[in-house]
Each structure stands twice: as C-alpha cells, then as structure tokens.
C-alpha cells in the first residue's frame, strides 16, 4: 500500500474541490492550451476527458456520441455537472481508471497529468482503456515553468522534462503521431493576481525557506510584501506581469 501516494492524491483532490466553484474566474492558461489542443483532434465514438474540471465543450465535433468526464475532485464533477448536465461524471483516479478496457474511442487531457505521482502509469491506464486505433490528446505542463515565480524565491512544483514525457510513448503500444513543447505566457495586472490566479485554480504554490527559523509558507511582514512586488514589477510587460508555462501538447494513437 502506498500510503503517501494515497495521502497527496487526497490531497490534491480536495485542494481542487475548494477551488471548483472559482476556477474558471482564474482558468487563463487552461482556456489557452484547450484551444489549441481541440484544434488537434479529430475524436469519435466514446471520449473520455480526464481531470475534466468543471467541464469542457466538445459540441464542434459531430462524430462525439458520450462525453465522460473523469477527475480526482468530487467538487470539480459537481460544477461539471451543472455545466454540462448530458456529460457522464466520474471519480477517480487517472493512475487506477475506474473504466473497462477498451472501452473509449478518443482521450482527452488538458493540463491535468502533471499532477500524476507516476504519468507511465497513467499513460498506460490510457492505453489499457482505448479502443485500437483510439487517440489520445495531452496538454501537460513540463519542466521549466513558472520561472518568475522562481526568479521571486518561491518554491514551485517539479514537472516533467521532454525527455521522460516522450519515454512514456516510446514502446509498441503507442503511434506518437505529434509532440511539441510551448511557452504559454500570462499575464497580470499585478503580484496578487498572479498569485491568486495559481490558487484560484487549485495549483497552489509555497514559499521557499529561506532560513531555519522562517516560515516556509508566509512572508514576515508588509516591507516583504512590498519589496517582493517591487522585484516583480521588473520583469513587466506592455500586457502585464508575466508568468510563463512549458507545455507539451502530445498527439498518440493506439497501435491496432
């Protein structure tokens, strides 16, 4: 039993359910890499969207005939529902997917993998429930992202590099038919924004610990904050504080 698996996949899914109700105030990044990533596909039959969210419109493809809408957040699955009430919702977990084999045409998957304590794993979940000749469509952010954020001294998630991600791929099960890494970048009015626009989506952030006695999660005081904001304000664009985000956008099918 992996307990400290268990435990942040506990963890992550209840981060997500509280910010289920807000997330598509902060989704700017999620709206983007789904733009391009519908632009990519060509889905049929079954389709399965994994860490759904609150939802995504699929109607522009004819050949559709069910949408189900797996994530870890029971939150995120109740604000799909209202969204989009003729999708199936289902819970759980992308490493262990509670689906037959087989048994879905298309797979979908928008920035919602990198989360995955084991992506082979889930990939090969992926494969396991795909009908042959099925494609799976990933955006997922890798390695390098959020760099402000790391100029800043905050502490930021380790993602995937190229390398790893395409390994996932590299074996007789799968036809890699496209993979490309971009910068997607943001932009805020301000530092709190930016901040809020992390939290807001559930992907929250903590600080470094800079000292043994100083707190890992809080500034000190209103002169940190203050000095934090002037820091950030040099990096700023005509459009607004930059934050900036590699994402692979995969294309696979399954090998008949």
């Not at 993998?113 to 990939?123: D, E, G, R, S, T």
């Not at 939290?199 to 890992?216: D, E, L, R, T, Y």
Request: aromatic share 8%.
């Amino acid at each position: 039993m992996n307990t400290g698996s268990d435990k942040l996949s506990q963890e992550i899914a209840e981060r997500f359910s509280a910010a289920a109700e807000h997330y598509q105030s902060y989704d700017v990044l999620q709206q983007k890499t789904a733009s391009r990533l519908l632009a990519q596909m060509s889905p049929c039959g079954r389709l399965l969207d994994i860490g759904a969210g609150p939802g995504t419109c699929f109607s522009r493809f004819e050949h559709i005939n069910q949408v189900l809408c797996l994530d870890i957040a029971e939150g995120m699955l109740k604000t799909q529902s209202r969204n989009f009430p003729e999708h199936v919702p289902i819970c759980g977990d992308a490493q262990n997917l509670p689906i037959a084999n087989c048994s879905v045409d298309s797979i979908y998957s928008n920035v919602a993998l990198q989360w995955c304590q084991n992506l082979p794993k889930a990939v090969s979940e992926v494969n396991r429930v795909l009908t042959e000749g099925g494609e799976f469509n990933m955006s997922i952010v890798a390695k390098d992202s959020l760099m402000q954020l790391s100029e800043l001294g905050f502490k930021v998630n380790s993602f995937i590099d190229e390398q790893e991600l395409v390994a996932c791929f590299e074996d007789e099960d799968w036809q890699l038919e496209s993979f490309e890494t971009k910068a997607v970048t943001v932009y805020f009015s301000d530092l709190r924004a930016l901040l809020q626009s992390i939290k807001g989506v559930g992907a929250s952030i903590v600080k470094q610990q800079q000292g043994v006695n100083q707190p890992q999660v809080t500034l000190r005081g209103r002169k940190d904050w203050q000095a934090l904001q002037l820091k950030a304000e040099l990096s700023r664009a005509p459009e607004g504080l930059p934050l900036t985000y590699n994402i692979s956008f995969i294309k696979a099918r399954k090998k008949r």
